[in-house]
């Protein structure tokens, strides 16, 4: 929403302001890796409070910063502070010290998220309109750093005693189990991130994990594209995109109470069928009611997708190297992100439909589906 005012003030086509966007996401991507799994060894009270603080100059330098070196490294900042570890550090913490009720937990965590997708584009362009749009880049600094920064440390009092708690708890755990050099990524609950990269259902569920932000950010990033080819109305699409985030609230409060019932396990094979549903609308049919069917499907997969994700590899890897383990997951994640609007602005530029495109994404989660459902067979008490 604020791109034509960061382009007119850079003097930046689409493209340039898009190339330096994409770049400052690839090198959050692959810093994420490295400053991620440090959650498994920072207090988390500091590693939140840093966390906090970084996204906070990151928008003091959007809002203050000139030349496109400063534009470079807020991007920068924000894709790795904001899209990558605030999230990462929420579902890292929520799956980690909530063993039981880990479901919900996880939901509750991810209501801030899909309620941001509906109030803040409204939001902002309030405070556009009133403080300019590097006003209101230095208000998220502000409010970061008053509001926010007080609120994680006063929430996380007494984690010292908490965290304790769950590192007994896993001693104890790990006593009772055998220790054998040959039994133990078999039979250890709790994996490092080595012995899961050499264990198959990493690689298979990836797979499944990867597609719902990457095919959504290619899709919804070349919109225009789709709506002139299609012939829609762009305020009925707008007004469609309210439903998608309200689905993802709506199931994101569902999702809890079903994987602290059935398990991650079970749901994560399952839970891209909506959206190949509604992607597979885009491919039949042109009618306006297609963008309904298409955000609303895809809002119960995105209301799945950031519990069900997390809590999985809680369940899957245990708990005690989730940080690397995340911090993985969570870069190759924003790497997708990254590639798609490329890729499928590329197929685009010669001559693909966006039909085809929609088709390549539903071939993609149809295949996803068998090939998690195998990978989880390789997982010790399957």
Same mark, same amino acid.
């Given at each position: 929403?604020?791109?034509?005012?960061?382009?007119?003030?850079?003097?930046?086509?689409?493209?340039?302001?898009?190339?330096?966007?994409?770049?400052?996401?690839?090198?959050?991507?692959?810093?994420?890796?490295?400053?991620?799994?440090?959650?498994?060894?920072?207090?988390?009270?500091?590693?939140?409070?840093?966390?906090?603080?970084?996204?906070?100059?990151?928008?003091?330098?959007?809002?203050?910063?000139?030349?496109?070196?400063?534009?470079?490294?807020?991007?920068?900042?924000?894709?790795?502070?904001?899209?990558?570890?605030?999230?990462?550090?929420?579902?890292?913490?929520?799956?980690?010290?909530?063993?039981?009720?880990?479901?919900?937990?996880?939901?509750?965590?991810?209501?801030?998220?899909?309620?941001?997708?509906?109030?803040?584009?409204?939001?902002?362009?309030?405070?556009?309109?009133?403080? =300019?749009?590097?006003? #209101?880049?230095?208000?998220?600094?502000?409010?970061? %750093? +008053? &509001?926010?920064?007080?609120? *994680? /440390?006063?929430?996380?009092?007494?984690?010292?005693?908490?965290?304790?708690?769950?590192?007994?708890?896993?001693?104890?755990?790990?006593?009772?189990?055998?220790?054998?050099?040959?039994?133990?990524?078999?039979?250890?609950?709790?994996?490092?991130?080595?012995?899961?990269?050499?264990?198959?259902?990493?690689?298979?569920?990836?797979?499944?994990?990867?597609?719902?932000?990457?095919?959504?950010?290619?899709?919804?990033?070349?919109?225009?594209?789709?709506?002139?080819?299609?012939?829609?109305?762009?305020?009925?699409?707008?007004?469609?995109?309210?439903?998608?985030?309200?689905?993802?609230?709506?199931?994101?409060?569902?999702?809890?109470?079903?994987?602290?019932?059935?398990?991650?396990?079970?749901?994560?094979?399952?839970?891209?069928?909506?959206? =190949?549903?509604?992607? #597979?609308?885009?491919?039949?049919?042109?009618?306006? %009611? +297609? &963008?309904?069917?298409?955000? *609303? /499907?895809?809002?119960?997969?995105?209301?799945?997708?950031?519990?069900?994700?997390?809590?999985?590899?809680?369940?899957?890897?245990?708990?005690?190297?989730?940080?690397?383990?995340?911090?993985?997951?969570?870069?190759?994640?924003?790497?997708?992100?990254?590639?798609?609007?490329?890729?499928?602005?590329?197929?685009?530029?010669?001559?693909?439909?966006?039909?085809?495109?929609?088709?390549?994404?539903?071939?993609?989660?149809?295949?996803?589906?068998?090939?998690?459902?195998?990978?989880?067979?390789?997982?010790?008490?399957?």
């Amino acid at each position: 929403m604020f791109g034509a005012e960061i382009r007119e003030d850079y003097s930046l086509s689409h493209g340039e302001l898009g190339l330096i966007f994409s770049l400052a996401t690839l090198a959050s991507a692959a810093c994420l890796i490295w400053v991620g799994r440090k959650m498994d060894d920072v207090d988390l009270r500091l590693y939140s409070f840093c966390v906090v603080v970084s996204l906070a100059i990151a928008c003091a330098l959007l809002a203050g910063g000139r030349g496109v070196v400063f534009l470079f490294i807020a991007f920068f900042g924000l894709r790795l502070c904001g899209q990558g570890l605030m999230g990462h550090t929420s579902q890292t913490a929520m799956a980690r010290y909530f063993d039981e009720g880990r479901g919900k937990a996880l939901s509750i965590a991810n209501l801030g998220h899909a309620a941001g997708q509906i109030f803040l584009p409204s939001l902002v362009l309030v405070m556009i309109a009133y403080s =300019g749009w590097r006003g #209101a880049w230095a208000w998220y600094a502000i409010v970061l %750093l +008053v &509001v926010m920064v007080p609120a *994680v /440390l006063f929430l996380l009092r007494g984690h010292e005693a908490r965290h304790d708690a769950l590192m007994a708890r896993l001693d104890q755990i790990g006593a009772q189990k055998p220790t054998t050099k040959s039994e133990a990524p078999a039979t250890s609950q709790q994996w490092t991130l080595r012995e899961a990269l050499h264990h198959p259902t990493f690689y298979m569920v990836m797979v499944n994990v990867i597609a719902p932000g990457m095919l959504m950010t290619g899709l919804m990033f070349h919109q225009i594209h789709m709506i002139e080819s299609k012939s829609w109305d762009v305020t009925w699409f707008a007004a469609c995109f309210g439903a998608f985030a309200m689905m993802s609230v709506v199931t994101g409060i569902i999702s809890g109470p079903l994987i602290d019932r059935y398990s991650a396990r079970r749901l994560i094979t399952w839970y891209l069928m909506p959206m =190949g549903f509604g992607i #597979a609308a885009l491919v039949v049919s042109a009618h306006p %009611l +297609v &963008v309904l069917a298409w955000f *609303v /499907l895809s809002g119960v997969t995105s209301g799945l997708h950031r519990s069900v994700a997390s809590a999985f590899w809680a369940e899957a890897y245990g708990v005690r190297h989730l940080g690397a383990i995340r911090s993985l997951v969570s870069g190759i994640s924003v790497f997708g992100t990254a590639v798609s609007p490329v890729l499928f602005g590329q197929m685009i530029d010669v001559g693909i439909s966006i039909e085809i495109i929609a088709a390549v994404c539903v071939i993609w989660m149809v295949a996803a589906i068998p090939v998690t459902w195998f990978g989880l067979r390789f997982l010790p008490n399957a």
